[in-house]
């Protein structure tokens, strides 16, 4: 286990030598050096014999060879400090059980026979097998000692509770890991002979997925390989570890198409996040309240393992949590969320008296996908979509290229559209508050600015002076577009949730609206989106649904191009000037780091609720789109927590809107913070 509370798991299939339990005993060591250190590792169920043993279950010679097998195992491991889970029959007074047997540090330390004794089709383990029912000697002497026995053994090391079960104990309508996992186990174990029949597998993946995330747990499936006897059954060595509803890693298999037969050992590792599962069963209240009805008597075995300070992880850090990977995975997910975002509206619209909406469309990413949203929800209602008012509402460091954008996208579109010059009104606004715009005075003796005079002023701006900005004449501007929204009627909120989380948006400015649909959709999303939108509904070769007004190929065409054009924007909310070449000149990842970073922080912090250190060792791991060095990994790290938590009074107070994923900071529901507490404990960790 290491400092971030990741344990490192192993599952393998050794090589098997029906009814040879000297040779089996040779491969399994093999393999555990093969595999190496690793906290925990997990072979196939009766594997010290192999599983297709049959009536030679009954002989003395193949249970004492076993037995003096796992003997020689203990000799060998004495200096591992791992937990070891080993298949072997054990028999008990009359009666023989199909075993798993946990060693550690050269002892065997507890034996956990299996519940469920499958008897049908093509098993007949009942032939040979007692299953257990918890009646079982709590003790058997076993290599001249007594070792605890029975169906109630957990095994801990600090926040690791591991929990044995074997095969068909995982296919029945409760498996006993159920019991276990409200008990407080967290590493689901499972030594398995599963033949492979056609498609399977695929079950046999859902089904360790399935029961991981039921239970909020590690799953580590360990199953018998191709070497097994092949007189009826084929066996795949099928090794899996699943973490809360996601496999982490799987082995090859035999009778896979690449790998139809044994070349080898198979085994395949992970790095288990003990400390992530913690942290989700304490956040699912119901999950603890659910073991009340579960009042199974556990004991307990304690183990210590090596606290180990890895340089690398055995899983995957997903670098963009919200945006998914695999193209098909991510255009469904994007189908999805538009549709909840339709959904949330069209409900909300259903309540006005008027059917007259307001979006200031400014030629950038959220903006646009609001008014995607809205142009559909509009048409799944059968409702005229020139009701939706876009404004653009132009200031001082809008750019022509967005301003067309907004234009077009209207027009394309075909809403009703407005643009209204806001900059006579700020002008007015500086005026009145006396304000000095970037410490400058009116020109010339002058007693007040003008639209003129300001914007001479603002294309003299050294490089200095852009970059200190100016607050007051960012939020103006914002202000006065809220202002004329709302003097309007209805308006649909643009801000997404990466904004929200840093606060980069104006107190009762472009913060506030009457709906937000984009509340709960991180920025990295957000271009996504914009281009699955262009891709699936906006192409002239496409047969997309959001078809307004009869428009032309061409007008689609147009409207695609747009789209694209948006979607590879610089991200800025064009409040400062241009440059002098009529660029943006204020980028916000300029400002406050990639958003790529910051999405990566705001999963981690919120959803996971990562220590800041954990959060930075995790993003060594990340393939981001681009490379970042550590220095600009803590930076931006710091500049998050720092406006995470000096923002929250913004998230205190934000307008409806639909939660779309696993993360959302609405007051009402997922996230409830003090607006005045301490950041200090958080960037501690991030000063060396």
């Known amino acids: 286990?290491?400092?971030?509370?990741?344990?490192?798991?192993?599952?393998?299939?050794?090589?098997?030598?029906?009814?040879?339990?000297?040779?089996?005993?040779?491969?399994?060591?093999?393999?555990?050096?093969?595999?190496?250190?690793?906290?925990?590792v997990v072979f196939?169920?009766?594997?010290?014999?192999?599983?297709?043993?049959?009536?030679?279950?009954?002989?003395?010679?193949?249970?004492e060879g076993a037995e003096a097998a796992i003997g020689r195992l203990c000799g060998a491991?004495?200096?591992?400090?791992?937990?070891?889970?080993i298949g072997a029959p054990i028999r008990v007074g009359n009666e023989l059980f199909n075993c798993a047997v946990v060693l550690f540090q050269g002892r065997v330390?507890?034996?956990?026979?299996?519940?469920?004794?499958?008897?049908?089709?093509?098993?007949?383990?009942?032939?040979?097998?007692?299953?257990?029912?918890?009646?079982?000697?709590?003790?058997?002497?076993?290599?001249?000692?007594?070792?605890?026995?029975?169906?109630?053994?957990l095994f801990q090391c600090g926040d690791l509770v591991a929990f044995v079960e074997i095969c068909e104990d995982l296919w029945m309508p409760i498996p006993p890991s159920s019991h276990a996992a409200l008990a407080g186990a967290n590493l689901l174990i499972n030594l398995s002979a599963s033949n492979e029949t056609v498609a399977k597998n695929e079950y046999r993946n859902q089904l360790i997925g399935n029961q991981s995330g039921r239970c909020v747990a590690a799953y580590a499936y360990a199953s018998a390989g191709p070497t097994e006897s092949t007189t009826d059954l084929v066996f795949g060595g099928h090794c899996l570890i699943?973490?809360?509803?996601?496999i982490l890693s799987e082995s090859p298999r035999g009778g896979h198409?690449?790998?139809?037969?044994?070349n080898g050992d198979w085994f395949t590792v992970a790095d288990i996040d003990v400390q992530r599962l913690q942290t989700e069963r304490a956040l699912l209240t119901s999950f603890g309240e659910s073991g009340k009805t579960s009042q199974r008597p556990y004991r307990w075995i304690d183990v210590e393992l090596h606290e180990n300070r890895w340089t690398d992880l055995k899983r995957t850090v997903v670098a963009a949590p919200f945006v998914p990977?695999?193209?098909?995975?991510?255009?469904?997910?994007?189908?999805?969320?538009?549709?909840?975002?339709?959904?949330?509206?069209?409900?909300?619209?259903?309540?006005?008296?008027?059917?007259?909406?307001?979006?200031?469309?400014?030629?950038?990413?959220?903006?646009?996908?609001?008014?995607?949203?809205?142009?559909?929800?509009y048409q799944a209602a059968g409702a005229d979509v020139r009701s939706i008012h876009g404004l653009t509402l132009p200031g001082f460091g809008t750019t022509s290229k967005t301003k067309q954008n907004a234009l077009d996208l209207m027009r394309s579109l075909g809403i009703s559209q407005e643009t209204i010059d806001i900059r006579a009104a700020c002008v007015q606004t500086f005026n009145d508050l006396r304000h000095k715009p970037f410490g400058a005075s009116p020109p010339h003796g002058a007693s007040a600015w003008t639209v003129e005079s300001l914007t001479e002023l603002l294309g003299q701006l050294t490089p200095e002076q852009r970059k200190k900005g100016d607050l007051v004449f960012e939020n103006v501007q914002a202000r006065e577009r809220t202002k004329l929204l709302m003097s309007r009627g209805f308006v649909i909120g643009t801000g997404d949730l990466s904004e929200l989380a840093l606060g980069w948006c104006t107190y009762n400015g472009d913060h506030m609206s009457m709906y937000a649909v984009n509340c709960s959709i991180p920025k990295t999303l957000v271009r996504w989106m914009v281009r699955y939108v262009a891709e699936t509904e906006c192409r002239s070769d496409v047969e997309g649904t959001l078809d307004v007004l009869g428009r032309t190929t061409g007008e689609r065409d147009v409207l695609y191009r747009t789209l694209i054009s948006i979607a590879d924007t610089l991200i800025s909310p064009e409040l400062l000037p241009a440059s002098k070449a009529?660029?943006?000149?204020?980028?916000?990842?300029?400002?406050?780091?990639?958003?790529e970073l910051h999405d990566f922080f705001l999963s981690n912090f919120v959803r996971n609720g990562f220590s800041p250190e954990k959060i930075l060792w995790l993003s060594e791991f990340a393939e981001f789109s681009v490379p970042y060095s550590r220095e600009q990994r803590v930076r931006t790290l710091r500049t998050f927590l720092t406006r995470f938590f000096s923002q929250q009074y913004k998230r205190s107070c934000v307008p409806d809107g639909p939660k779309v994923g696993s993360v959302s900071l609405s007051p009402r529901g997922d996230w409830r913070m003090p607006s005045d507490a301490d950041v200090e404990l958080w960037l501690e960790g991030l000063k060396g």
């Not at 299996?114 to 002497?141: L, M, Q, V």
């Not at 006005?352 to 008014?371: C, E, I, Q, R, Y």
């Open 582 to 595: 009529g660029e943006i000149e204020q980028s916000t990842e300029a400002n406050i780091g990639p958003y």
């Open 44 to 63: 196939p169920e009766l594997g010290i014999t192999g599983y297709t043993c049959a009536d030679l279950f009954r002989q003395r010679a193949l249970l």
């Open 77 to 85: 491991t004495r200096s591992r400090r791992q937990l070891i889970v």
């Open 109 to 153: 330390i507890g034996i956990v026979p299996k519940t469920h004794i499958p008897n049908y089709n093509e098993f007949y383990e009942s032939r040979w097998f007692r299953g257990a029912d918890g009646n079982e000697p709590k003790e058997i002497e076993y290599l001249g000692t007594r070792v605890p026995f029975g169906v109630d053994l």
């Open 325 to 377: 990977k695999d193209p098909a995975t991510l255009r469904n997910r994007c189908a999805e969320i538009f549709g909840i975002q339709v959904a949330g509206l069209r409900k909300r619209l259903s309540r006005m008296s008027h059917p007259n909406v307001f979006l200031g469309v400014s030629g950038g990413l959220d903006s646009t996908l609001a008014l995607l949203v809205a142009v559909k929800t």
């Open 257 to 262: 198409p690449d790998h139809p037969v044994a």
């Open 1 to 40: 286990m290491n400092q971030y509370g990741f344990v490192r798991v192993a599952v393998g299939s050794p090589l098997v030598s029906v009814a040879n339990p000297r040779a089996n005993g040779e491969a399994t060591l093999r393999l555990l050096e093969e595999i190496g250190a690793n906290d925990v």
């Open 242 to 246: 699943a973490e809360n509803g996601h």
